[in-house]
């Protein structure tokens, strides 16, 4: 056979593609070659219902495949009307297809019309080679009430351990019992988890999770009722009620993006490419038609009562989403650019934005800064960094641990947008079409009796004015500015008109913040430390080690090396010699060196830190500042 470089396969979109869609994916993967799935409508199709069938059978390819699989493989999906033979016949010279998978559900003859329609005419015309994947009733999904009945007689009521290995058994089980693939065991884990089935806690005895990240799983078949027990699969689909829009959506959540991107290609071209911000890199997950793409962005601005009368316009809202399926907060933005209009969906987890501060990476030095910070109770923190760093959600965290700790006075706040509402603050958003500024807000909330308050964002002369004034009258005020490190920020408030003697007087500290990824705990691989690298951690005070980790990438990580990221930190409490630089107003390098002097570390030197003890790797510290 010659070198396979695009496989072909022949879909139904009826319960028989599963078998062969996970053979063509696991094909293709091995190969590392391109899939492209095609279906075709029947010729007889109503006309006038024609444009709607061919829409459908589009969102049903997009759903066909694990989000998991879209992202990693080269996939290419196609709808086409006509007779079967002829259409795939067609794509396979158009597109120089190698090999061809259909199903049959005859394991010696090709008894089914459809196989025998295709693979009969490919192998006598085309000369293309055909794999004929055998299907069989007995290979349907099994019931969640088996599922569960099997878990318990091979673990019985409870499974201690460490969490990710608990799940690693689980999902053996299934795979091996059921021979499904583990993208199917995982749908199923998490649908198990939604009915109650499984469920998680730390052992009683202990009143936190132990060191070793000891937690008890519990199994309980009997929590499946009729109605869970009826359901024969246990796809993404078998849990949620779901559109086209919420399913990818939902694949988007499941891949950990931050951010979704839908983009037309060009004035010439009706195609959208979708991306992904996962842990921080912008990854092309898929390209969809036109027609499908802006049915998505038209569901997705329903969903947040978006107005369709001003087609034209760029449009901000947050998306009304079921709770009960997306614990997370989703913020969309649409624009009208060339080719058609542009989305972007910011997604934010609910049980990430309000973080205990120990959690977000800040190290041993990092942690009594922001606490001297912290019970100041007076002046402005500020909290820098480049969009997406994480500065609200270290400014909700740190708010969160002033209440906690018993402050009891009125915590308000001024934001565009209100990215989440949480009850330990009140919340007020921009709204400039009504001539509610931030600096009008915060003027407004001012005279609200404030202890504490939060500007979302100093992007103004105005706003930094209203800001120090705030803080000379003895609030305390927390905002977030974007700049470079600690120094910067102070030459930026001078930019914005700060006078020097407000600025020292005021301020009562500044965190500085970026984000990094985070080696895989299961791939990464010890490295010998190149000279090159040597010289870098020295040149940042670090003493240097014979090896460090490195990304190598595997399955959980999708090949890239890295699993999520943590925080780092360059955090400066007021002292004499800021206070001192500011008031003289020094360059900004001589600010960077009064730093220093005062023993704070640099972002870079505090990254690499993580690198020495396996978190992240030099080459993810070095584009952090690219």
């Not at 614990?327 to 987890?349: F, K, M, N, W, Y």
């Not at 270290?394 to 209100?418: F, K, Q, R, W």
């Not at 014979?546 to 409490?573: K, P």
């Amino acid at each position: 056979m010659a070198e396979v470089k695009r496989i072909l396969v022949a879909c139904k979109l009826d319960e028989s593609d599963e078998r062969v869609l996970e053979y063509a994916a696991a094909l293709a993967g091995l190969k590392n070659v391109e899939l492209h799935a095609i279906h075709v409508l029947e010729g007889n199709t109503a006309q006038s219902s024609l444009q709607d069938a061919i829409l459908h059978a589009r969102e049903e390819l997009e759903r066909a495949f694990p989000p998991e699989q879209v992202i990693k493989l080269k996939i290419h999906w196609e709808v086409r009307v006509g007779e079967v033979a002829s259409e795939i016949s067609g794509y396979l010279k158009e597109v120089n297809i190698d090999l061809v998978i259909v199903g049959s559900h005859s394991r010696s003859t090709l008894t089914s019309l459809f196989t025998r329609q295709v693979s009969t005419d490919l192998l006598r015309r085309q000369f293309c080679p055909v794999v004929i994947v055998p299907l069989s009733h007995s290979d349907e999904a099994p019931s969640l009430t088996r599922i569960a009945d099997m878990l318990h007689a091979e673990f019985g009521s409870t499974i201690s351990g460490d969490r990710e290995a608990t799940l690693n058994r689980i999902r053996a089980a299934i795979t091996k019992s059921f021979r499904v693939v583990a993208e199917r065991a995982d749908a199923c884990i998490h649908h198990l988890e939604a009915i109650g089935v499984l469920t998680w806690q730390t052992p009683p005895e202990e009143d936190t999770v132990t060191e070793d990240g000891s937690v008890l799983c519990r199994l309980n078949p009997a929590a499946i009722t009729e109605t869970h027990g009826a359901l024969n699969e246990f796809g993404p689909e078998a849990a949620i009620a779901t559109s086209p829009a919420l399913d990818l959506l939902q694949r988007a959540i499941r891949l950990r993006a931050t951010d979704l991107h839908m983009d037309p290609s060009g004035a010439d071209d009706d195609n959208y490419s979708v991306r992904m911000r996962i842990d921080g890199g912008l990854e092309h997950y898929c390209n969809l038609n036109g027609d499908l793409a802006r049915h998505h962005i038209q569901q997705f601005k329903v969903l947040a009562d978006v107005r369709f009368g001003e087609p034209f316009a760029p449009h901000e809202a947050s998306l009304r989403l079921p709770g009960t399926t997306f614990d997370c907060h989703v913020r969309i933005t649409t624009a009208p650019v060339a080719g058609g209009e542009s989305l972007c969906l910011r997604i934010q987890s609910k049980a990430a934005i309000v973080r205990p501060l120990a959690e977000l990476g800040l190290m041993s030095g990092n942690c009594e800064t922001v606490d001297e910070i912290r019970s100041r109770g007076e002046g402005i923190v500020l909290v820098t960094g480049p969009t997406g760093s994480g500065k609200t959600t270290t400014v909700y965290s740190m708010l969160n641990a002033l209440c906690s700790d018993g402050h009891s006075g009125n915590v308000v706040t001024i934001e565009d947008p209100v990215e989440f509402n949480l009850p330990f603050l009140r919340q007020m958003n921009v709204d400039e079409a009504h001539g509610l500024t931030l600096a009008r807000g915060l003027r407004t909330m001012l005279r609200m009796d404030p202890d504490v308050v939060f500007v979302g964002e100093i992007r103004d002369a105005e706003t930094a004015l209203t800001a120090m004034r705030a803080a000379s009258s003895g609030k305390y005020v927390f905002s977030t500015l974007h700049t470079r490190d600690v120094a910067s920020t102070v030459t930026a408030l001078y930019d914005l008109g700060v006078d020097p003697r407000s600025m020292a007087g005021n301020l009562a500290g500044i965190i500085s913040q970026r984000l990094v990824r985070r080696l895989c705990t299961e791939c990464r691989e010890r490295v010998a430390l190149n000279d090159t690298d040597r010289r870098y951690l020295i040149e940042h005070e670090i003493e240097p080690v014979d090896e460090v980790f490195a990304a190598r990438g595997c399955d959980r990580c999708r090949s890239t090396g890295y699993f999520g990221r943590i925080g780092v930190f360059e955090t400066v409490s007021s002292n004499s010699a800021i206070v001192d630089a500011i008031n003289q107003k020094l360059t900004e390098d001589k600010v960077r060196q009064a730093i220093r002097s005062s023993g704070t570390a640099s972002l870079i030197a505090n990254a690499l830190r993580f690198v020495i003890d396996g978190t992240t790797s030099i080459s993810e510290v070095r584009s952090m500042t690219r």
